[in-house]
């Protein structure tokens, strides 16, 4: 399962190329600039709860040529999100400001998400249809099954991503959803975020197949496994998976093969359970920013300056939103209760 790690492996980028793709040099260097600033973003929120301002961590790092290349591929407005809590490369790129997520980080109480009662990484924003989730894992699927349902019934053109990782697919609700999606041939586009690890119990411990998405055949939809790593065959990937969803020919379970460079959590220690030279292969040779910045300078859509640049962008943007949300008002003790349902 685990990959070869190969001393002096050279970087690769990308075997596709972005024009055949229907993208232009701006929308792969937009995509570069989210995908840096989902890594920014999360390393300063973890310095955060280093510090003790924020009380949990769960983080993205890794897993952003995915996020952003799954979410590129969606109408942000008009499609539906159930995402997981890893996801804040997908909602930077489908809209949601820096600072509305510093908000949810720091449990402040205009928190979009939940006024600060949910877990930070526990995503929710209304405006643009990023439906909340729970701390139970995979709940979301079966939910998100049931959006596409609604919007098959009222005729709507949209679609709905729910995201989960390997682990979330040894849970029942992983069956009911991807059956009920499978049986109404809904336009829901299932994508595992396979990072290998569900938390310390490595996916060959929890299944005994290598690909989730060969589990698709079994409920009748399309099963699609993609380099997580390669964020342009992400973005194709998705971008048919949508498409066929639109076309009304049912859902897709598309894998995503990536891996999380850190601790599952901030309170995780990785090193009882993961070997250092694999962490190191994904921080390096296989680190997804690594791997797009290769392209940019292959194809000679950028140069080291025009990437400084893009670093000291990223940087003011996630310098602003942690001073402006540290500033912001902590949530009123008096109103705890607010919205929480009591049946007396």
Avoid at 241 to 253: F, H, I, K, S, Y
Wanted: glycine fraction near 8%; hydrophobic fraction near 40%.
């Amino acid at each position: 399962m685990t990959e070869f790690i190969a001393v002096g492996v050279e970087t690769p980028s990308s075997v596709l190329n972005h024009v055949d793709l229907g993208l232009t040099d701006d929308d792969v260097l937009r995509m570069y600039e989210l995908m840096l600033l989902a890594r920014r973003l999360d390393e300063r929120m973890e310095i955060l709860q280093r510090q003790g301002k924020a009380h949990f961590h769960i983080s993205c790092r890794g897993h952003e040529a995915t996020q952003v290349g799954c979410a590129y591929a969606l109408e942000a407005g008009k499609d539906w999100l159930h995402p997981y809590y890893r996801d804040l490369g997908v909602l930077l790129t489908i809209g949601v400001p820096a600072r509305d997520l510093m908000l949810s980080c720091l449990a402040k109480k205009n928190d979009p998400a939940s006024g600060g009662r949910q877990m930070p990484a526990h995503w929710g924003y209304k405006p643009l249809n990023v439906v909340t989730q729970s701390s139970p894992v995979a709940t979301q699927i079966p939910q998100a099954a049931g959006i596409a349902y609604a919007i098959k019934r009222r005729r709507e053109d949209a679609v709905v991503y729910v995201s989960f990782g390997e682990g979330g697919s040894s849970k029942g609700d992983f069956h009911e959803g991807l059956n009920f999606a499978g049986i109404h041939r809904l336009p829901v586009i299932f994508v595992c975020e396979n990072n290998r690890y569900a938390i310390s119990v490595a996916q060959n411990k929890q299944m005994a197949i290598e690909n989730v998405a060969d589990r698709a055949a079994g409920y009748g939809m399309a099963g699609v496994v993609v380099d997580g790593q390669d964020v342009l065959a992400v973005y194709k990937a998705m971008k048919e998976a949508v498409e066929r969803a639109r076309r009304g020919e049912g859902p897709t379970l598309l894998e995503a093969k990536t891996y999380r460079i850190v601790p599952h959590s901030s309170d995780d220690d990785d090193r009882l359970y993961r070997p250092r030279e694999e962490v190191e292969y994904y921080r390096t040779v296989n680190d997804p920013l690594n791997r797009l910045r290769n392209y940019l300078f292959e194809k000679g859509i950028a140069n080291q300056e025009m990437l400084d640049e893009i670093e000291a962008r990223v940087m003011g943007v996630v310098n602003d939103a942690t001073d402006w949300a540290e500033q912001q008002p902590d949530p009123d003790p008096a109103d705890a209760m607010k919205h929480v349902y009591w049946d007396r």
